[in-house]
């Protein structure tokens, strides 16, 4: 019998329509559109606007199209994984508030934070259940609604940051494609630099942490800039050593779009050029856990069976990693 592994068999995404752009976020902030561009490579963002709207309610037509593209019900539907920052609420879990939105009455769920590392521990976390045999369909959802953390009067950090889902479909293949490797990585001495202060158990909301914007992303730019560009390209080079790829052997890497320079250092690493690079950071900014996903989304069509990815990714707390899939279909 061949070895199972989880491949990915669908895809798809979900941006909200409307744009943020440079010369918008110039009228409120102090700051320039080709200081932004300079520094991250980040020309717009999409923001979901809507009173009562939450993560959730990107991920519904981001699934929604992808069962469809499946020709699947969502009742086939066995585990949800949804990697999320921004949860619709602390509990209960996005992904079960999904299930039930989408009508997945046969599949369980829960949340997984990880940060802008989520998506790549959300799969996987997900290929230990395909490759077991306990599951044969799993959904992986990555998405955040980062426009309700954000404090917009805070240059350092708006520019930044978008809205957005992205969604894989995984099952079991026999065929030697799927996720063949995955190296994941934390360190918690890093909270200081990349945090939200408040909200948590440690720091419960109060009138105080309000008033301060303590709900709201806080990040140390340069020092969370020097540790991502050394721990993202040094494991996206890990990866490849460790299953003997060469970047010619490499058809695409797939990184979190956090910073062109960032994405720019990782690429640099392994040896591939841009043309093999998934970029939309200029369109979509930082979306967290619906980078990667939203990438694959938009470059599905370009992608071949058998195509070797490397994914990579690092996140808050400090969370980073990489993992090395061939493409199924």
Same mark, same amino acid.
């Given at each position: ?62 699934v ?5 593209k ?66 044969k ?32 479909? !995984?099952? =079991? ?5 799927? +996720?063949? $490797? @995955?190296?994941?990585?934390?360190? &918690?001495? *890093? ?24 709900h709201?992303v806080?990040q ?32 695409? !890497?797939? =990184? ?5 320079? +960032?994405? $720019? @250092?990782?690429?640099?690493?392994? &040896?591939? *050029? ?53 493409w199924?279909?």
């Open positions: 019998m061949n070895k199972i592994h989880a491949a990915i068999t669908a895809v798809h995404g979900y941006v909200p329509d409307y744009v943020l752009t440079n010369k918008e976020m110039e009228t409120f902030v102090d700051t320039t559109d080709e200081w932004i561009v300079s520094r991250t490579g980040i020309k717009e963002r999409r923001i979901l606007k809507g009173e009562n709207l939450g993560t959730s309610d990107m991920a519904v037509p981001a929604n199209a992808l069962l469809k499946r020709g699947i019900s969502a009742s086939e539907i066995e585990l949800i994984i949804f990697c999320t920052t921004t949860p619709d609420l602390p509990f209960p879990a996005t992904a079960n508030i999904l299930a039930d939105k989408i009508g997945a009455t046969n599949a369980w769920g829960f949340d997984l934070q990880a940060a802008c590392s989520g998506f790549i521990y959300g799969l996987t976390t997900a290929a230990q259940f395909i490759e077991s045999g306990k599951h369909k799993i959904l992986v959802v990555g998405g955040d609604k980062m426009s309700s953390i954000i404090n917009y009067e805070d240059r350092t950090t708006c520019i930044i940051f978008g809205d957005g889902c992205g969604a894989v479909l !995984l099952e =079991p293949n026999e065929e030697g494609n799927g +996720i063949m $490797d @995955a190296i994941l990585k934390s360190d &918690g001495s *890093g909270k200081q630099f990349l945090q939200q202060k408040a909200g948590g158990s440690v720091k419960p909301a109060s009138i105080e942490t309000v008033t301060n914007n303590e709201s806080y140390e730019g340069p020092t969370v800039f020097k540790f991502a560009v050394t721990n993202m390209a040094n494991v996206a080079a890990e990866i490849m050593d460790r299953n003997h790829l060469t970047a010619d052997d490499v058809a695409w !890497l797939v =990184p979190h779009q956090a910073n062109k320079r +960032i994405i $720019d @250092a990782t690429a640099n690493r392994m &040896g591939v *050029g841009t043309d093999k690079v998934m970029i939309n950071i200029e369109r979509y900014g930082n979306t967290t856990n619906g980078t990667i996903p939203l990438c694959l989304w938009e470059w599905e069509s370009k992608l071949k069976k058998g195509d070797n990815l490397i994914l990579a990714a690092f996140g808050g707390g400090f969370t980073w990693g990489s993992v090395y899939i061939k199924a279909y």
